[in-house]
C-alpha cells in the first residue's frame, strides 16, 4: 500500500527548478544575413536605348500641319502663275476671226460700193474722182465719200463696232477716216482706172 506523505507545515507547493538549458529559452527570431550577393540585389528597370532610328522618332503634329500649308500654298501660286500667263498670251495673241465675220465685212464693203449717191454716179465712180481731186454729185468727191460712207456704216453696223476706211491708189494715201480700237476685221476692193488702180479698204472693229 502506498503511504500518503502528509506537509505538517502546510508549505504551497512550487515546481522545483531544474538546471539551465537553453531549449527552455526562446530567442526572437531574426533574419540571418548571407554573404553578399548580386543575386539578392533589385535594380530599378530601364529601357535600353538603341541606336539612332527615324522609326523611334516621333515628330509633333505641328509640323506635318504646317508642311500641308506650304503645299496647299505652293499649288495656288501655280494656278495664279498659269491663269496670268494665259491671260497675257490671249491678249497678246487676240483670236482670229470666223469666216462669218469676214464673210460679213466683205458684204458690208460690196454693198456700200455699189450704193447711187445721186444721178450715175455710186460710191465707187466717187471713189474714182476722189482719187483725182475732182467733183461729184456738185460736190467735193473726197467729202462725198466720207459723208455717205459714215451714214451708210452707222445704220449697218451694231452699237459697240466701229470703222476705218482706208483709200490707196498706187502707195499713195488719198483718203482716211474713222477709228478702229480692238480686235480688227478688214476686208479690201480693188477698183481698177484707165490709169491705176486704186484699193478701198474697211476695217471693222468691236470695242
Known amino acids: 500500500m502506498k503511504k500518503t506523505i502528509q506537509n505538517p507545515l502546510n508549505f504551497p507547493k512550487r515546481k522545483i527548478q531544474t538546471q539551465f538549458s537553453f531549449a527552455n529559452v526562446s530567442f526572437p527570431k531574426r533574419k540571418i544575413q548571407t554573404p553578399f550577393s548580386f543575386a539578392n540585389v533589385s535594380f530599378p528597370k530601364r529601357k535600353i536605348q538603341t541606336p539612332f532610328s527615324f522609326a523611334n522618332v516621333s515628330f509633333p503634329k505641328r509640323k506635318v500641319a504646317q508642311q500641308e500649308i506650304i503645299g496647299l500654298l505652293i499649288i495656288i501660286i501655280l494656278l495664279v502663275f498659269g491663269v496670268l500667263t494665259f491671260v497675257t498670251l490671249s491678249y497678246k495673241n487676240p483670236s482670229l476671226p470666223t469666216v462669218k465675220d469676214v464673210s460679213k465685212s466683205t458684204s458690208m464693203l460690196n454693198i456700200i460700193s455699189k450704193v447711187t449717191l445721186c444721178t450715175e454716179i455710186n ?26 460712207t459714215e451714214k451708210m456704216l452707222k445704220l449697218l453696223l451694231k452699237p459697240k463696232e466701229t470703222f476705218k476706211i482706208s483709200i490707196k491708189e498706187e502707195n499713195k494715201d488719198v483718203l482716211e477716216f474713222g477709228e478702229c480700237k480692238g480686235d480688227i476685221i478688214t476686208s479690201s476692193r480693188n477698183i481698177q482706172t484707165q490709169i491705176s488702180g486704186i484699193s478701198l479698204k474697211l476695217a471693222l472693229c468691236n470695242q
Open 123 to 148: 460710191l465707187e465712180e466717187a471713189v474714182k474722182l476722189c482719187s483725182q481731186s475732182l467733183n461729184a454729185c456738185n460736190k467735193n468727191a473726197c467729202e462725198l465719200v466720207r459723208e455717205e
